[in-house]
């Protein structure tokens, strides 16, 4: 933070974000139109999440927990357009070279939303704290409380200390599930690639788990037979904690 940040257009992670948001938003202009509705409509959508969920996460700066929320938003939006990427380069619509080009700007940006949240406390918004002194009470003020309003005063604080507690709940699950599900698109993007590296898979199913480093993970790989004889489609699920990510791919046999 050493130039002076007044809006979310100030940040660099933002304004990489729109270029690369852009320059996609170019690039599938040139893809079939059977994609129309798929493939360019998911690339568009979440790379332009991420520019979204950062200006969201800067208007979100007195919460903590919501400002941690919304940048773990974020970062899932630009690991999932990493795998819409994939994609394009593996379905032949775009070169190596360029695939690897946005692959490695969307590291960086995910580097530097993570950098935000493990630092977010600087990114915070501090409370003003009134300059006004504290008016003496009169001596009309001076007499005790009655024993109502003490009872009326207690259930209001309790009140308060249970919206307090919710809301805080509230947003220490919401930034769980994005951690979770930002960790299950990594899982499914690495099992996807070794399925890859097999070859050309037989029509069936398959399933299993991500070793003891990932015990909440588990994966379900099903294989079915498509219209044309040398193509597979390839339909892995990460399931954890009865939530589902769900990638589909298609496998060639190659000659």
Known sequence: MGEKIRSYKDLRVYQLALDKAMEIFEITKIFPAEERYSLVDQARRSSRSVCTNIAEAWR????????????????????????????????????????????????KIIGQIVKMIDEADKWLIKPKVSDSPIPPFSDSKKKGFTLIEVMIAIAIIAVALVVILHSYGLGVSMANVSQDFSLATLLAQGKMAEIELEGFPEVGGEEGDFGEEYPR???????????????????????????????????????
């Open 60 to 107: 979100k700066r007195r919460y903590k927990n919501a400002f941690i929320a919304k940048l773990s938003d974020a970062e899932t939006e630009a690991c999932e357009t990493q795998v819409w990427v994939e994609f394009a380069f593996r379905c032949r619509y775009i070169s190596k070279t360029m695939a690897g080009s946005l692959d490695a700007a969307y590291n």
């Open 217 to 255: 993970f588990t994966w379900r790989k099903r294989v079915t037979e498509t219209p044309i004889e040398d193509l597979r489609k390839v339909t892995l699920t990460v399931s954890w904690d009865e939530k589902n990510l769900e990638v589909i791919t298609y496998l060639a046999k190659r000659e």
